[in-house]
């Protein structure tokens, strides 16, 4: 029997990101679809029933636009996708995709940094 590769994506953090003063606090996790390139966002704060997916839709220069949608459902069966925002990276977010999620209180971040545990325990 022939061991098959398994992968184990344990995703990227997401973080709630206050604009004024950079405190973070943990928003859920983002996992990628290689099949479709794009991200499913598993936010904390919505419903398990409530699908989100972060994808590229862009770049120029040094930045790279996304756009944010939400699967809906009629009866209980995908119906289609809605624009629910829109994000960004550039050298001035350090890699990190930093998302308008509807909230001018918050920013939602995807962060790729291993360290960024570390960021959200050193702003608060």
């Keep these: 029997m022939e061991n098959t590769e398994q992968k184990t994506d344990r995703g990227h953090d997401l973080f709630w990101m206050n604009p ?3 405190k973070r606090i943990h928003a859920g996790k983002a996992f990628y679809d290689e099949r479709f390139n794009e991200y499913r966002l598993k936010i904390d704060e919505t419903p398990d029933d409530k ?7 862009g770049a120029a220069e040094s930045e790279v636009r996304y756009r944010v949608e939400q699967v ?25 995709v930093h998302i308008d999620f509807g909230s001018s209180m918050k920013v939602l971040v995807l962060s ?13």
Excluded at 51 to 57: A, D, H, N, T
Excluded at 72 to 96: M, N, V, W
Excluded at 113 to 119: D, V
């Design 72 to 96: 809906i459902k009629k009866s209980g069966k995908f119906h289609h996708r809605e624009e629910k925002g829109d994000g960004y990276t550039s050298p001035e977010t350090a890699g990190e």
């Design 20 to 22: 004024v003063t950079g």
């Design 112 to 124: 790729f940094n291993s360290n960024s545990k570390q960021k959200e325990n050193s702003s608060s």
């Design 51 to 57: 699908q989100f997916y972060l994808k590229p839709m």
